[in-house]
């Protein structure tokens, strides 16, 4: 099977899957099917080989098991599962966060300023009921009170004047369509300035709220809910723990479903992964706020300074700075936005935690748990730290690419990047999925540039003795909670692993590693081609050329016309004209003389007679007449 007719198989199975809970009256997204589907076929209890083409009945057994767990109202696994699902569809980073508020509300403003722009205003109504679109346009890219206002209109139309007069519309409607569009954001700007000074100095401010004293109520509130939020999480998760490590302790207490505590578990983790991520985000709002208070300050003096006592200030000392002042104003409100986004998740997350919360109520639980203590993260951590608890690492033998890092000998200790978000590795699979946070001051194991830490020094010694095996089992145990892959951050690994095979039942096997002789051929140029015909190297090519085009400027321009280009285009020749001249000489005159000709006899011979030369000359007379 091809990877189209795959994609298209799996496609048709999630959709098929969305239909069938739907026809029951739970409706679910696709992207949460898709990982219900990847969560049944890693799991090896189900038994699918995907080594293979899917028969009828596997994709019939695997909707079946689908619908099941999807429709599981009281499984915190499948909560667990939402609520990851839940949280990368709707949580992003600041920036981009930011950047997404930006592109809605240019995209809301987009039918506005088109309608300005596309103007194509000429009597004075018009060009009033323009100047009017162009107030309303400020004003809600400003965000600074609303157009239906009549005060709010009134002082954004009366700021607007003190910089862009009516008269300046007929300069304005000749402008290309991106200049108008840069001229609005800077009018924008520019009003937005001038009325939050107005409004500092006692002098308008009409329908502008007050977002820093808004922030400073708003930031230390939302804190204080995740807060609390984390705590009841973090307590449930210990309740948890200390109910899971007594009964694998004692296997014949009676007591709630193991495996549902340990789903409650990984659920009351996941949740706090979570709010202490919203927690940093709340944290940095605080510090930008706080920063940007700094700043308004500031401003606000050095435009009172510029304007103070003065009846004209020049537009280019005061226009920079209400724009400054404008920036610094829209980022109290990016701030507000921000604080909005993460309170809507921190309430949409609750409800992903009902499920074991109602379940295993402090009234449940109480008589389970009877004498056994319940220890918090950080009072386990304070058991385990010292010298007698840390790994010796010159005791025991361990293999070559193996290290253990401490605080004193590695710099940025606190900043290490550890694997499994911190959780114990060995205690995962030695107690099935039982999730206990690591101590790094027992030693951080260094393997294969990833970093380990353990919740004892014993932990620690097993696991270096082979990591590749625990490594491997700790996939085996996402593969039982396949949420678990998302919160110990397991993608990487899964990701070069291929699910349950049946000729090995239940482990995890290799994808083979397939290899093979290849080359690469590196282009001679890597740029387009750019040659110049003209180019020469030779300088002395170049001193003829120069010397040529010196000859030619003294030359006479002249043209011709031949028979092929005769009538085919206008000719035009430019010529001297010929001068009036004339030279005077002596008689020239010239004479014929006769050809001088020599006869010479008496050269044969030259035997016993000697030989007499006779010369005759048979040169005619000069004089003679021809």
Request: aromatic share 6%.
């Amino acid at each position: 099977m091809s990877r189209a007719q795959a994609e298209s198989v799996i496609k048709n199975i999630i959709r098929e899957i969305a239909q069938e809970c739907a026809s029951k009256g739970q409706a679910v997204s696709e992207t949460l099917v898709a990982f219900m589907v990847k969560a049944v076929v890693l799991d090896p209890n189900n038994e699918f080989n995907v080594d293979r083409t899917l028969t009828k009945d596997d994709v019939q057994k695997l909707i079946k098991i689908c619908v099941e767990r999807l429709l599981d109202t009281r499984s915190p696994a499948l909560d667990t599962v939402k609520m990851q699902v839940y949280f990368d569809m709707n949580y992003t980073t600041r920036a981009d966060f930011l950047e997404e508020h930006r592109r809605v509300l240019e995209q809301r403003l987009q039918p506005v300023v088109r309608d300005i722009t596309d103007s194509r205003a000429r009597t004075r109504e018009e060009l009033e009921s323009l100047y009017r679109k162009i107030v309303s346009a400020v004003l809600l890219r400003s965000g600074l009170g609303s157009p239906t206002d009549i005060a709010v209109v009134r002082e954004a139309t009366a700021a607007l004047q003190s910089v862009f007069p009516q008269t300046e519309l007929g300069t304005f409607m000749s402008l290309v369509k991106r200049d108008k569009e840069r001229q609005l954001k800077e009018l924008t700007l520019i009003v937005t300035g001038i009325r939050l000074f107005n409004k500092e100095c006692g002098k308008g401010g009409e329908g502008i709220d007050d977002l820093p004293a808004i922030l400073n109520e708003a930031v230390p509130a939302t804190t204080q809910n995740v807060d609390a939020e984390i705590q009841i999480t973090t307590r449930m998760a210990h309740k948890y723990t200390a109910l899971i490590e007594k009964m694998q302790a004692d296997p014949s207490l009676e007591g709630p479903s193991l495996q549902l505590l340990k789903e409650s578990l990984i659920n009351s983790r996941q949740h706090e992964a979570f709010l202490r991520i919203l927690l940093n985000d709340v944290i940095g709002c605080a510090q930008q706020v706080e920063l940007l208070e700094s700043q308004l300050a500031t401003r606000m003096e050095q435009l009172k300074d510029t304007v103070r006592s003065k009846t004209a200030v020049p537009t280019s000392h005061v226009y920079p700075q209400f724009i400054a002042l404008a920036h610094l104003w829209s980022g109290f409100q990016d701030e507000m936005v921000l604080l909005s986004v993460l309170s809507n998740i921190l309430a949409s997350l609750e409800p992903f935690t009902k499920t074991h919360r109602e379940m295993f109520t402090e009234e449940v639980l109480a008589p389970f748990l009877g004498d056994a203590e319940v220890r918090g993260d950080e009072q386990r951590i304070r058991e385990t730290t010292g010298m007698e608890f840390r790994v010796d690492p010159s005791e025991f033998r361990i293999r070559e690419g193996i290290e253990f890092l401490f605080p004193e000998t590695t710099k940025n200790f606190e900043k290490l990047p550890l694997q499994y978000r911190g959780y114990c590795g060995f205690t995962l699979v030695a107690n099935d999925r039982l999730l206990l946070p690591g101590n790094p001051e027992i030693g951080v194991l260094h393997y294969r540039e990833n970093y380990y830490v353990f919740t004892s020094k014993q932990a620690a010694l097993e696991f270096a003795k082979d990591p590749d095996i625990f490594i491997l089992q700790v996939a085996e145990c996402a593969k039982k909670s396949p949420e678990l892959i998302q919160l110990l951050e397991l993608h990487q690994q899964f990701a070069t692993i291929t699910p349950y095979a049946q000729g090995d039942q239940g482990r995890m096997i290799e994808k083979p590693v397939t290899k093979c002789d290849s080359g690469t051929q590196t282009d001679t140029h890597f740029m387009e081609s750019n040659i110049v015909k003209s180019y020469e190297w030779n300088e002395w090519e170049l001193r003829r050329k120069a010397i040529k085009l010196a000859n030619l400027r003294k030359k006479v321009t002249h043209s011709q016309q031949t028979n092929l280009s005769n009538m085919r285009r206008d000719n035009v020749t430019q010529v001297y004209l010929p001068k009036d001249q004339g030279s005077q000489t002596k008689t020239e005159d010239g004479t014929n003389v006769p050809k001088p000709q020599v006869y010479l006899a008496g050269l044969r011979g030259g035997g016993v007679k000697p030989t007499n030369m006779v010369k005759v000359d048979l040169t005619r007379d000069v004089d003679e007449d021809m």
